[in-house]
């Protein structure tokens, strides 16, 4: 047959029409929604040296725009620091997970306790809340009018 469709031209043209968008929003994710009020987990020893050593490059390099080259500059120094020299970082970097474990009991206690009813969300979006709230101010006479 000339100028025919073969099969496998069908089966092809059947599987352009079923391709599926791969935008985030066509995406069912298997993760649950992350918590706003969970507390964040605490820097290592590293990235608390690296708070500081960044301040330190941005003063000594004032025109290097890369975060590549401060990130590598940064892994440098920390290979090269002694453990005497690192334990300050360490220290701090302990502190914070103490606190962090300390901030995640009391997180894991109020989760546990359910919802509170300050936290509840009432039916109503923030805007309708507002826009309730405006139709209330112009329809006193608490105001004068510019005349």
């Known amino acids: 047959m000339k100028g025919g469709k073969s099969k496998s031209d069908a089966k092809s043209a059947k599987l352009s029409v079923n391709k599926k968008s791969t935008t985030k929003a066509g995406k069912k994710s298997g993760k649950a929604a992350k918590d706003p009020n969970k ?16 301040e330190q490059y941005k003063k000594e390099h004032p025109k290097n725009k890369s975060v ?13 620091l002694s453990e005497a ?28 306790e359910g919802p509170q009813e300050d936290e509840e969300e009432s039916e109503k979006s923030v ?19 510019d005349e």
């Open 39 to 54: 507390p964040k987990r605490p820097a290592s020893a590293f990235f608390v040296f690296m708070e500081e050593f960044r």
């Open 68 to 80: 590549a080259a401060v990130g590598k500059a940064g892994g440098d120094k920390w290979k090269s």
């Open 85 to 112: 020299e690192k334990r300050p970082y360490v220290d701090k970097a302990e502190k914070r997970k103490v606190e962090y474990e300390k901030n995640m009991k009391a997180y894991n206690k109020r989760q546990a």
């Open 127 to 145: 805007s309708e809340v507002n826009d309730e709230e405006e139709d209330d101010d112009e329809g006193s006479g608490d105001e004068e009018d």
